[in-house]
């Protein structure tokens, strides 16, 4: 361990990894925000800071069992032409449930169904908690095989992984409320869970849609979307503004 510490190659996988690591986070930062979006302040803290617990405990707990992750890569089956291993599997089934999960956010946005009652907000809460923890696995797995191919020390991905969670703390808290205070950045939101769960069904089956597309179709739009608010809340000022004039005798 204190080898390490006097390692320049491993200060160097550190610093790459954690970046990696941090970029990755982005789409689980998305989907807790879409997630906890409908519960109240209180329990959308709580639920955020119970899914992140949870996504360096699963992160960690992968790390641990090194061989069976790298076993994962490992043909399970075959069917319709394509070799799945167990990796493919999860992410086919976590990108089907974030396309489903969002087609029915986006559903119920333009329908305005999603009006819950009081004896309902516990089971919301449970409901939250468990697709939080779904995905978590599934971007875990994905995030923690590119670990294992970047970096050959245990302790410095454990390092990157707990250093990559703690940014994501860190900028949930911002990006949910963004999200929670701009109704119109949710649907921004629920487009980029169908991107990545269009790309997690991609690589699922050995067609890979590099995450630099992604990423920056994101930021251009997410840059063009906080435009749009800045232009709004500009709009509302100048009405009330002129609306302050008017009563003026």
């Known amino acids: ?86 990796r493919d599997i999860i992410l086919l089934v976590g990108g089907l449930f974030l396309l489903a999960k969002a087609t029915h956010e986006i559903h119920n946005e333009i329908e305005g169904s999603h009006t819950e009652t009081k004896a309902s907000v516990g089971a919301a809460f449970s409901k939250v908690i468990v697709q939080v923890v779904l995905i978590d696995l599934v971007f875990s797995v994905d995030s923690i095989i590119t670990a294992i191919g970047m970096a050959q020390h245990l302790p410095v991905m454990i390092t990157a992984v707990i250093i990559a969670v703690a940014v994501m703390y ?46 920056a179709s994101m930021a251009f739009a997410a840059l063009v979307e906080v435009f749009n608010v800045m232009a709004q809340k500009r709009r509302e000022q100048h009405a009330m503004a002129e609306s302050r004039q008017e009563r003026k005798p």
């Open 170 to 215: 860190v900028a949930s808290g911002p990006v949910s409320r963004f999200i929670a205070n701009h109704p119109t950045t949710k649907m921004l939101a629920l487009a980029f869970l169908v991107m990545i769960g269009g790309a997690l069904v991609a690589d699922a089956i050995d067609v890979h849609v590099p995450r630099g597309y992604i990423y």
């Open 1 to 86: 361990m204190l080898d390490l510490l006097s390692d320049p190659s491993a200060w160097a996988a550190l610093l790459s990894l954690t970046a990696l690591e941090i970029v990755l986070g982005i789409d689980n930062i998305v989907f807790i925000s879409v997630v906890v979006s409908r519960l109240d302040k209180h329990q959308a803290e709580m639920a955020r800071k119970i899914g992140l617990a949870l996504a360096l405990i699963f992160r960690i707990a992968l790390l641990a069992v090194l061989t069976w992750i790298i076993g994962l890569k490992e043909s399970v089956f075959s069917a319709f032409g394509f070799d799945f291993s167990w």
